[in-house]
Structure formats: structure tokens, C-alpha cells
């Protein structure tokens, strides 16, 4: 609809405005709008290929992946759902605490040492978990190479670890995946996390730059480190998988304070669309799954959504906007 408008533009300038400014800019237009086309267009074939290739993950859950042309790719039920059902768990192809909270939380489950025992990696003397979550995903490699990280903070770490490490889980993931630890859970594949949507018009030149030196330093960090003669993913991948990261991945916050106690990329919860009225929730379990449930009963053939911004921080917004009205009403000498 947006191309034949623009084409329809085009129609009514003059030889003259089509071949000046104004026409340039209506190409620039046709040439954005033609590229998101072709993507959305590999969506569509990349999730019903999904659907076919992992039916077996899918099968256990209430849920089904479609896909039109104005929402792209979405989540809906495909039977009835009860409150606090739940849609779907997912593992996390990556997910990684906060630097301030390393020693002090499992690095799997996000859950404090209060009560629970800590285990401290004897390699690099960071990573830590507790008593009841698998080490699996703290990989020998991943392992020697944090060391040599938190070793040398200076030449390394620009501001803190968090975004680094996230990074290296993935390039580590694309050179061997994931061991399945979980019984019950939806494993993503390094090929599911480059599927997802990451449009250049979401990123200026300046992140892009970012991206870009982030990205080559990663690759050859890791090349070089573990004594590789070549990486399959290049420096355009390296961008690629942190726009990704930008725009898909999952805080994860105190269920109490809401405070952010790290970040997750969990591919096949990406795919549940944004409503500021959402029917789903999301929270981190025991074993470092995102599990997602119904917030009430849900019909069948109904979208699922999510709220992007998090559900503690639409209840902190609604508790501003519940205290500037009763401040108001004082003011007004009005009974609350």
C-alpha cells in the first residue's frame, strides 16, 4: 500500500521535481520500502520452514506461528488458555547477569545466594552458580576466554562486561551449540536467533560504527584465543547479531525492586508481538528458562502479546499516574 502511494507520487511530479531532490527522496523511499518487502518476505518462508523443522518443540505448547503482512511474524493460541497457563518455555540461546551482580547470583537462574550454596568457577574465579542449576553453559572455551578478559580489565572492558559476554555466548554458540539440559523447553539454534528481525533503519551511523569495531574485536578476540584458523561468522554477522541483540532481546528484572539484573536472547519469545494491554507475561524460572503465561483466560486464535516494556514498569507508570491525580484532587479541595 505505502509503494503504490509513493509510486502514485512519483506519477504526479514533473520530469523536472522527478529528477530533482524531491524525486530522489521518493527513489530512497521505494528502495526502503522494496528491501523491507523482500525481508519480511524471507520471514514468512523462514517461519513456516520453523514451524515444519521444530514441530516436535512446538507440539507440547498452545501456540502457533503466523505471519501477514502488516504484523510480519506473531504468536497466537492455537486452543483455549487458562489463567496463568502456560504458553511456552525458552531456553536462552545467551543470557548473562549484570557485572555488579556476578559474585552475588547463580549466573544461570538469577536467583541470590541467599540461602542457596555458591559455586565459584575455578577458572575464571567470576561466573558463579548455585547448588541446584547445570554448568553447562559455562563452557571451557567461554571460561579461558573471560579469564583473560576479567585478567586484564583495562584492555578490554570498556565500561562493564555485560554486552561483551553476551556476545561471546553467541559467537560460542555458533561454533558448537548448546548442550539440552532441559527437559521441557523450547532450544533455539543459532540459525533461529539470525532469523530474527534487525532493520538497519533502527540504527544510526554512530551505533552502527559501534557495532562494527564491537563486533571485529569479538571475532578476532575469539580466533585468535582459541587458536582458530578461520570463524564462519564474518564482520557483517558480528553487526547483524548485535542489532539483533538491540532489538530483541529480554531484560530480566527483580520480580521485587525492579531492578535490571541482567540480559537474555531467547529467540521464540521475540516472536510474541508488543501491547500495552498484553494477556502475557514472562518471568525467569528456577533453571534460567523464560517462561511465559496467560495474565487471564485466553481464547483460541487470539495473538499473544507481551509488553515490551515490562510489567513492573507499567505498574510503576500507573502508580505515578494514580498520585498525580489524588495530588491534584487535593489541590482542588475534591474528596479522593
Given at each position: 500500500d505505502?509503494g503504490?502511494?509513493l509510486?502514485?507520487?512519483?506519477?504526479?511530479?514533473?520530469?523536472?521535481e522527478?529528477?530533482?531532490?524531491i524525486?530522489?527522496?521518493f527513489?530512497?523511499?521505494?528502495?526502503?520500502?522494496?528491501?523491507m518487502?523482500?525481508?519480511m518476505?524471507?520471514?514468512?518462508?523462514?517461519?513456516?520452514a520453523?514451524?515444519v523443522?521444530?514441530?516436535?518443540?512446538?507440539?507440547?505448547?498452545?501456540?502457533a506461528?503466523t505471519?501477514d503482512r502488516?504484523?510480519?511474524?506473531?504468536?497466537?493460541?492455537?486452543?483455549?488458555?487458562?489463567?496463568?497457563?502456560?504458553?511456552?518455555r525458552?531456553?536462552?540461546?545467551?543470557?548473562?547477569l549484570?557485572?555488579?551482580?556476578?559474585?552475588?547470583?547463580?549466573?544461570?537462574?538469577?536467583?541470590?545466594?541467599?540461602?542457596?550454596?555458591k559455586i565459584?568457577?575455578?577458572?575464571?574465579?567470576?561466573?558463579?552458580?548455585?547448588?541446584?542449576c547445570?554448568?553447562d553453559?559455562?563452557t571451557?572455551?567461554e571460561c579461558?576466554?573471560?579469564?583473560?578478559?576479567?585478567?586484564n580489565p583495562a584492555k578490554?572492558v570498556?565500561t562493564n562486561?555485560?554486552?561483551?559476554?553476551l556476545?561471546?555466548?553467541?559467537?560460542l554458540e555458533s561454533i558448537q551449540?548448546r548442550?539440552r539440559?532441559?527437559?521441557?523447553?523450547?532450544?533455539?539454534?543459532?540459525t533461529?536467533?539470525?532469523?530474527?528481525?534487525s532493520?538497519?533503519l533502527?540504527?544510526?551511523?554512530?551505533?552502527?560504527?559501534?557495532f562494527?569495531r564491537?563486533?571485529?574485536?569479538?571475532?578476532?578476540?575469539v580466533?585468535n584465543?582459541?587458536g582458530?584458523?578461520?570463524?564462519?561468522l564474518?564482520?557483517?554477522?558480528?553487526?547483524?547479531?548485535q542489532a539483533i541483540?538491540?532489538?530483541?532481546?529480554?531484560?530480566?528484572?527483580?520480580?521485587?525492586s525492579g531492578?535490571?539484573?541482567?540480559?537474555g536472547?531467547f529467540p521464540?519469545?521475540?516472536?510474541l508481538?508488543?501491547?500495552?494491554?498484553p494477556n502475557?507475561?514472562?518471568?525467569?524460572d528456577?533453571?534460567?528458562?523464560?517462561?511465559?503465561?496467560a495474565?487471564f483466560?485466553i481464547?483460541?486464535?487470539?495473538e499473544?502479546?507481551?509488553?515490551?516494556?515490562?510489567?513492573?514498569l507499567?505498574?510503576?507508570?500507573?502508580?505515578?499516574?494514580i498520585?498525580?491525580?489524588q495530588?491534584?484532587l487535593?489541590?482542588?479541595?475534591r474528596p479522593?
Amino acid at each position: 500500500d505505502a509503494g503504490e502511494s509513493l509510486i502514485a507520487g512519483i506519477n504526479m511530479l514533473s520530469k523536472q521535481e522527478q529528477d530533482g531532490p524531491i524525486g530522489a527522496q521518493f527513489k530512497s523511499a521505494m528502495l526502503e520500502i522494496s528491501g523491507m518487502l523482500t525481508q519480511m518476505g524471507d520471514i514468512d518462508k523462514k517461519t513456516k520452514a520453523r514451524m515444519v523443522e521444530d514441530a516436535d518443540q512446538f507440539r507440547p505448547w498452545p501456540i502457533a506461528l503466523t505471519f501477514d503482512r502488516y504484523k510480519a511474524r506473531s504468536v497466537v493460541a492455537k486452543r483455549k488458555v487458562e489463567n496463568q497457563g502456560i504458553i511456552m518455555r525458552v531456553s536462552p540461546v545467551s543470557s548473562v547477569l549484570e557485572d555488579k551482580f556476578l559474585e552475588n547470583y547463580c549466573s544461570v537462574c538469577f536467583s541470590p545466594f541467599f540461602e542457596k550454596r555458591k559455586i565459584q568457577c575455578q577458572g575464571c574465579k567470576k561466573i558463579c552458580f548455585c547448588q541446584t542449576c547445570p554448568q553447562d553453559s559455562h563452557t571451557p572455551n567461554e571460561c579461558k576466554l573471560l579469564s583473560i578478559i576479567f585478567k586484564n580489565p583495562a584492555k578490554y572492558v570498556v565500561t562493564n562486561s555485560r554486552d561483551q559476554r553476551l556476545l561471546l555466548r553467541i559467537v560460542l554458540e555458533s561454533i558448537q551449540p548448546r548442550k539440552r539440559v532441559h527437559k521441557s523447553a523450547i532450544y533455539d539454534k543459532f540459525t533461529d536467533l539470525m532469523d530474527l528481525n534487525s532493520h538497519p533503519l533502527h540504527i544510526d551511523d554512530d551505533q552502527l560504527l559501534t557495532f562494527r569495531r564491537a563486533g571485529d574485536f569479538m571475532l578476532d578476540f575469539v580466533k585468535n584465543n582459541l587458536g582458530l584458523k578461520q570463524l564462519k561468522l564474518t564482520s557483517s554477522d558480528a553487526i547483524q547479531i548485535q542489532a539483533i541483540i538491540l532489538q530483541n532481546a529480554h531484560e530480566i528484572t527483580c520480580p521485587l525492586s525492579g531492578a535490571t539484573l541482567g540480559v537474555g536472547i531467547f529467540p521464540s519469545g521475540s516472536y510474541l508481538n508488543h501491547s500495552c494491554y498484553p494477556n502475557v507475561t514472562y518471568h525467569l524460572d528456577a533453571s534460567g528458562c523464560l517462561v511465559f503465561k496467560a495474565a487471564f483466560d485466553i481464547e483460541a486464535s487470539t495473538e499473544l502479546c507481551i509488553s515490551y516494556t515490562g510489567i513492573v514498569l507499567l505498574l510503576k507508570l500507573f502508580e505515578n499516574q494514580i498520585c498525580t491525580i489524588q495530588y491534584l484532587l487535593i489541590l482542588n479541595k475534591r474528596p479522593l
